[in-house]
Antibody, heavy 122, light 110 residues
Framework: EVQLVESGGGVVRPGGSLRLSCAAS????????MAWVRQAPGKGLEWVSG????????GHADSVRGRFTISRDNAKNSLYLQMDSLRPEDTAFYHC???????????????WGQGTLVTVSS | QSALTQPASVSGSPGQSITISCTGT?????????VSWYQQYPGKAPKVLIA???KRPSGVTNRFSGSKSGNTASLAISGLQLEDEADYYC??????????FGGGTRLTVL
């Protein structure tokens, strides 16, 4: 059974940092791309960051570029999101998601974790 | 990239059919046949319903179907059931490793 379990959320002051982790199990981790998708309370989904199978190709949304960094450790079956210079508008549930590819492009999030809540407030 | 445009809400009666639209641009929905749809219940993680515009993953009922014309994708739900009451999101690949989501549609089954 595929499982994605996020951790590392919490309350942080504006300008602070957090590192989120996602522990994957039930599948061959390095066969898949991975991503972070966030959802502010009561709001819609927003793609944050993505990586290919080995971390050699990554991308970030304009809203977080230069502040957030996605990485992965295939030996530990883990995905990470380093979040620096946090802002109140970064407050959200952060989900990790498995990414499947079609024709060499990432196309679909086929499994999701339950998410970890990040609250940025003074 | 700007969010894809979805209606905020739709409603229907049990047994009826409804359609949810998702409008993007020539840089996302119009450019790639990589539109996916997700169902989300309150407090739960999203679940994929449709991949690559019209492909149903294993285990998803054939009451859900997807299509695309130009810059607009659509999710159709036939034979509405009370359990279909949820939020629905479209998503398009946007090039590189990027994606763009729609704002979400709340489906109410009356």
């Amino acid at each position: 059974e595929v499982q994605l379990v996020e951790s590392g959320g919490g309350v942080v002051r504006p300008g602070g940092s957090l590192r989120l982790s996602c522990a994957a199990s039930g599948f061959t981790f390095d066969d898949y791309g991975m991503a972070w998708v966030r959802q502010a309370p009561g709001k819609g989904l927003e793609w944050v960051s993505g990586t290919n199978w080995n971390g050699g190709r990554t991308g970030h949304a304009d809203s977080v570029r230069g502040r957030f960094t996605i990485s992965r450790d295939n030996a530990k079956n883990s995905l990470y999101l380093q979040m620096d210079s946090l802002r109140p508008e970064d407050t959200a549930f952060y989900h990790c998601a498995r990414v499947i590819y079609s024709y060499g492009n990432p196309t679909t999030f086929d499994f999701w974790g339950q998410g970890t809540l990040v609250t940025v407030s003074s | 990239q700007s969010a894809l445009t979805q209606p905020a809400s739709v409603s229907g009666s049990p047994g009826q059919s409804i359609t949810i639209s998702c409008t993007g641009t020539s840089s996302d929905v119009g450019r790639y046949n990589f539109v996916s749809w997700y169902q989300q219940y309150p407090g739960k993680a999203p679940k994929v319903l449709i991949a690559d515009v019209s492909k149903r993953p294993s285990g998803v009922t054939n009451r859900f179907s997807g299509s695309k014309s130009g810059n607009t994708a659509s999710l159709a739900i036939s034979g509405l059931q009370l359990e279909d009451e949820a939020d629905y999101y479209c998503c398009s690949y946007g090039g590189g490793t990027s994606f763009v989501f729609g704002g979400g549609t709340r489906l109410t089954v009356l």
